[in-house]
T-cell receptor, first 111, second 118 residues
């Protein structure tokens, strides 16, 4: 069974620090990787997508993908209290449009 | 990003009644929509994949006769929870597959519908 695993947390970081969130996946055929942020009681919102090995930066966010090791990570620089949320990793396998979601990592940024 | 709406945002119903939830893509055509369910403190679980003009594909363990999905147009999909029971109380979220300017695709989520069955 295809799986996506994340540490549930909570991960606590002080304001201004770098938050590092990790995700591993089991299907080597996975093609697309996504990070979503979900605030309590709300639906997920897309933060980053990454499709090839290496780093992808967008503002304070950097996604890192290593297909050989089957992990994808998200770095949040200069963390703010408003970044406190659950971060969901999603993976799309080849030959399907379906996403498999991890259980999410709860991030707390302490003011 | 693309905009997906859901209606209603919140619904309370009596056990045994049916509830219909609408999912619309507002600024793009969605050939595929997905329906998820999320229980408190759990991740999103895919219930079914809905393709315009064809029958939905349900995930293992999801009752197709209980969760009726209709994808009547490229911008509208509906989920009907038939004969709802308290255990169906959950957060139902739809997403629509949209094509970006590149070759890649992304799912955009609606705001969700919170269902409470009494």
């Amino acid at each position: 069974q295809k799986e996506v695993e994340q540490n549930s947390g909570p991960l606590s970081v002080p304001e201004g620090a770098i938050a590092s969130l990790n995700c591993t996946y089991s299907d080597r055929g996975s093609q697309s990787f996504f990070w979503y942020r979900q605030y309590s009681g709300k639906s997920p919102e897309l933060i980053m997508s990454i499709y090839s090995n290496g780093d992808k930066e967008d503002g304070r966010f950097t996604a890192q993908l290593n297909k050989a090791s089957q992990y994808v990570s998200l770095l949040i620089r200069d963390s703010q209290p408003s970044d406190s949320a659950t971060y969901l990793c999603a993976v799309r396998s080849s030959g399907t449009y379906k996403y498999i979601f991890g259980t999410g990592t709860r991030l707390k940024v302490l003011a | 990003g693309a905009v997906v709406s859901q209606h209603p945002s919140r619904v309370i119903c009596k056990s045994g009644t049916s509830v219909k939830i609408e999912c619309r893509s507002l600024d793009f055509q969605a050939t595929t929509m997905f329906w998820y369910r999320q229980f408190p403190k759990q991740s999103l679980m895919l219930m079914a994949t809905s393709n315009e003009g064809s029958k939905a594909t349900y995930e293992q363990g999801v009752e197709k006769d209980k969760f009726l999905i209709n994808h009547a147009s490229l911008t509208l999909s509906t989920l009907t929870v038939t004969s709802a029971h308290p255990e169906d109380s959950s957060f139902y979220i739809c997403s629509a597959r949209g094509r970006t300017t590149g070759a890649q695709e992304t799912q955009y989520f609606g705001p969700g519908t919170r269902l409470l069955v009494l």
